[in-house]
C-alpha cells in the first residue's frame, strides 16, 4: 500500500515518517512517498525522514519527488499539508489583520480567510489530478484551515475526503494521560467546527467521567483547560479546545499577540530559516545524525513559543534547549497529532475494525441545527469502509449560534475563493464574529488580495 504526502518537504514530514514506520504492519505499508514543489526543503527534510527509516531497519520504501504526478501515482491514501505562500504568507495573513486591530492567527478569523483563498485552489488541483491517477483513493487534509478546505473539497464533489487536525481529540488524549490509562479505553463526544470544538462527554466503561475531571483542579492544571479560568469551564460543563480562548479571550488575545516584537508567522519563519540553514551547514546527507539531532532541537524550541501568551507556565526557549541536548530520540508511538490520527482511519478502512475519533466531514444529520453537507467536527466511527458521524442532540444555544455564524463565514469563503469574487469574500468576513464590519472587512479583503496577487491572481 503506497501512502503519499502532498507537501512531504515541510518540518513535519520527519515526525510523520516515524509515526507511519510504527504504523506499517497494522496498515500494509509498503510505500511512503513525500511530494514537495520546493526541492531544496524536500531534499534536505527528506533526507532526515531516509535516516529514520535506516535507524529503524524499516523495509518501507520511502521515496521523494517533486512531481505531483508521480506522488499520486497507485497512492491508496493522501495526505494533503501545503502551505501556499510558505511562512511569509502567514507573516503578511497575521499582520494585516493586527494592523486592523483584528485577532491576527492563522487560522481564525482574518488570517484563516487569507490562508484559506491561497490553499483552496491548489488542493482542488491536486484533489483532481488524484481523481485520475488515484482514483478511489482517500484523502486527508490537514492543510489549514482544514475545515474550510474540507468544505470546499466535500462541495465540489470530492467524496472521500476527510478532514484532520490535531485538536479535534485533544480531550481524550489529555485525560488518558491525566489518568495514566490508554486513550482507547475512553470514548469522546465531540461536536463543533474546526478549531470551534467542544468535549461534552467523556465516556470509561460507560460512565461519563468529564464532570468529575472538570471538578478537579488539578486535572485543569495539568491540561490545556488552564488557558481558560476555572469558572468558565465549569459553567460550559465541557473540555474546551484550545483555539476557543481567540473566541472566549478575544480582547485579551489580540492584545497579547500586538504586544509581541513577533508574531506566531514571524517566530515560526525565524525557527524555520535557522533550521534549514543548520541543515544545510551539517551536510544532513552525509551526517544524518547531526541532522537529527538539529532537527529535534528545533521542535523542542517551536513547541516552547506555541501560544505562549495563554501558557505562562510553558517552557521558555532556553528550557527547550536544554532538554535538546539528551540523547536523539524520536518517537515512534504514532498515537497522537495528525499522523495518528489519519494512521487510525487506514488501519480501521484497511482491516475493517471499526475505530472512533473525532473527524472534520458532512454534518450527515448528526447535528439538528446544522445543514447536512455542512462539515463539522465531530466524533465518528469508522468501519465497513465508510465513515460514519456519531449524533449529538441538545446542543445548547450558545455553541449552536457560534457554529453557525462561523458556517456562514465558511460557506460564503468557500463561494468567494472559487468565484475569485471580492464582493462575496466581503460578505464572508462580515459574517465573521471577529470581524463583524463591513468597512473593515472591504479593507481586509482588499489588502489580503495586494499581497497575495502572485499566488491567487485578480479577482472581480
Known sequence: ????????????????????????????????????????????????????????????????????????????????????????????????????????????????????????????????????????????????????????????????????????????????????????????????????????RLLRDGRDILPELLADDSFLAATTQRMFDPELVRHLGMFLNEYLFYFYYAEKALASIQADELTRGEEVLRLNRQLLDRLRAIDVER????????????????????????????????????????????????????????????????????ARTALNVPNAGALDFMRPDDVVEISCVIEDGDIRTIPVSDVPEDQQLLMRGIKLYERRAVEATLKRSRRQAVYALMAHPLVLSYSLARTLVDEYLLAHAAFVGEWQ
Open 1 to 200: 500500500m503506497k501512502l503519499t504526502v502532498i507537501g512531504g518537504g515541510g518540518v513535519r514530514s520527519p515526525l510523520l515518517t516515524a509515526s507511519a514506520l510504527c504504523w506499517a504492519d497494522r496498515i500494509g505499508l509498503d510505500e511512503l512517498c513525500l511530494m514537495d514543489i520546493n526541492a531544496e526543503k524536500l531534499a534536505l527534510l527528506g533526507a532526515l525522514c531516509h535516516h529514520i527509516g535506516q535507524r529503524e531497519g524499516s523495509p518501507v520504501r520511502i521515496t521523494t519527488t517533486t512531481s505531483a504526478d508521480e506522488a499520486l501515482d497507485g497512492a491508496s491514501y493522501i495526505i494533503t499539508t501545503i502551505r501556499v505562500g510558505e511562512e511569509q504568507g502567514r507573516v503578511h495573513d497575521e499582520r494585516i489583520a493586527l494592523k486592523h486591530g483584528v485577532l491576527g492567527q492563522e487560522t481564525t478569523g482574518p488570517g484563516g480567510f487569507a490562508m484559506a483563498m491561497r490553499s483552496i485552489p491548489a488542493i482542488l488541483g491536486y484533489a483532481a489530478l488524484a481523481e485520475k491517477r488515484a482514483p478511489g483513493a482517500w484523502i486527508f487534509n490537514f492543510t489549514n484551515p482544514a475545515g474550510l478546505v474540507t468544505q470546499a473539497l466535500r462541495d465540489q464533489g470530492f467524496a472521500r475526503t476527510v478532514g484532520i487536525c490535531d485538536s479535534a481529540n485533544s480531550a481524550q488524549h489529555e485525560a488518558a494521560r491525566f489518568l495514566g490509562i490508554s486513550p482507547e479505553s475512553l470514548q469522546a463526544e465531540v461536536f463543533g467546527l474546526n478549531h470551534l470544538s467542544w468535549t461534552r
Open 287 to 354: 551526517h544524518p545524525e547531526e541532522g537529527l539531532r538539529a532537527y529535534l532541537a528545533y521542535d523542542r524550541r517551536r513547541a516552547a513559543t506555541y501560544m505562549h501568551y495563554a501558557n505562562p507556565d510553558g517552557p521558555s526557549m532556553e528550557e527547550a534547549d536544554m532538554a535538546a541536548e539528551g540523547p536523539v530520540a524520536i518517537s515512534m508511538e504514532g498515537g497522537e497529532g495528525y499522523a495518528g490520527v489519519a494512521l487510525k482511519i487506514i488501519q480501521a478502512l484497511e482491516s475493517g475494525e471499526p
